[in-house]
């Protein structure tokens, strides 16, 4: 990342400067492909926002005024549909429905996951935060999911739903990362965990993705 820029998003954000933040993020994407601006600048920032605020010395009110610029600037950056699903409109490609499951609201790295997802070719189906499980469920049948990711920060929130989850891993390949995504409670609902690392996790997807469709 420019130093410079970096600062200068840094000291903007300190003054809840909304339009100097958002020229020097736009500064930062400028003429880099998705995944590198989601892996090179997006994620990068939000470790340092994560850093910071367990640091103290970033506030409540600082981070949400964050998280909501990089909604913003995310789906900015993923207007329009990817190259390849213009140019092969009715090519089979798989879909991919994401999710965190109920009260949990740490939706960022599954949005940055999904839009990698999505700039490989991947139809994808983002339901974001807070979604029930019965609600994942019904919409993984009803969108013919070939995989559903989901993501959450304490692993109850996994294994409050253990029947039903196991139930959608048996219809839709379930895979689960997040801090809450621990060997045991993995294991407990029958998923698969992603690599923590999110460009990792969507290379391993792909490559599953490859396998469970055979067509990609
Ligand atoms: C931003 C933030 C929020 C925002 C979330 C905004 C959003 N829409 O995402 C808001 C304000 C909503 C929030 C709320 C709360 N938060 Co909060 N939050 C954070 C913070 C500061 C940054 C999270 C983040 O994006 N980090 C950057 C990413 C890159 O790092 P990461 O989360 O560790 O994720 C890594 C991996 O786990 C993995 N990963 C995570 N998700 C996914 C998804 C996929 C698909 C993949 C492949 C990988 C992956 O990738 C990352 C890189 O390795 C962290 C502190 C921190 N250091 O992270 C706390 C933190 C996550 N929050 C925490 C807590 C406790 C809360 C609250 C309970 C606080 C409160 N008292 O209200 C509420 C709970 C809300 C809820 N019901 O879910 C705890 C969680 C502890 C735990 N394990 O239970 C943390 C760790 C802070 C702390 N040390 O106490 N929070």
Same mark, same amino acid.
């Given at each position: ?34 995944? $590198?601006?989601?892996? $090179? ?25 964050? +998280? ?6 995310? #789906?900015? %950056?993923? #207007? ?9 409109? #009715?090519?089979? #490609? ?15 790295? %599954? ?21 029930? +499980? ?43 990362? $997040? ?9 407990? +609902? ?21 396998? +469970?469709?055979?067509?990609?």
């Amino acid at each position: 990342m420019d130093t410079t820029t970096k600062e200068e998003l840094w000291a903007a954000v300190e003054a809840f400067d909304a339009e100097a933040a958002e020229m020097a993020m736009a500064k930062l994407l400028w003429d880099v492909p998705l995944s $590198g601006a989601v892996a $090179g600048v997006v994620l990068p920032f939000l470790k340092e926002v994560g850093d910071r605020w367990e640091a103290g010395t970033l506030s409540v009110a600082h981070e949400h005024f964050v +998280i909501d610029m990089l909604r913003r600037k995310l #789906s900015t %950056l993923s #207007s329009m549909p990817p190259q390849q699903l213009l140019e092969k409109a #009715s090519a089979p #490609s798989p879909v991919v429905l994401l999710a965190c499951p109920a009260g949990e609201r740490h939706d960022m790295v %599954l949005l940055c996951v999904a839009l990698m997802l999505r700039e490989r070719g991947a139809r994808v189906r983002f339901l974001g935060a807070d979604t029930p +499980i019965p609600a994942v469920l019904t919409a993984a049948r009803a969108a013919h999911a070939d995989a559903v990711v989901l993501a959450a920060t304490r692993s109850t929130a996994f294994t409050a739903h253990t029947t039903t989850l196991r139930r959608l891993a048996q219809d839709h390949a379930l895979y689960v990362a $997040g801090r809450g995504a621990d060997e045991q409670t993995v294991a407990e +609902i029958g998923a698969t965990a992603l690599p923590d690392e999110p460009v990792r996790a969507v290379v391993f997807l792909v490559g599953a993705l490859t396998e +469970i469709t055979g067509s990609w």
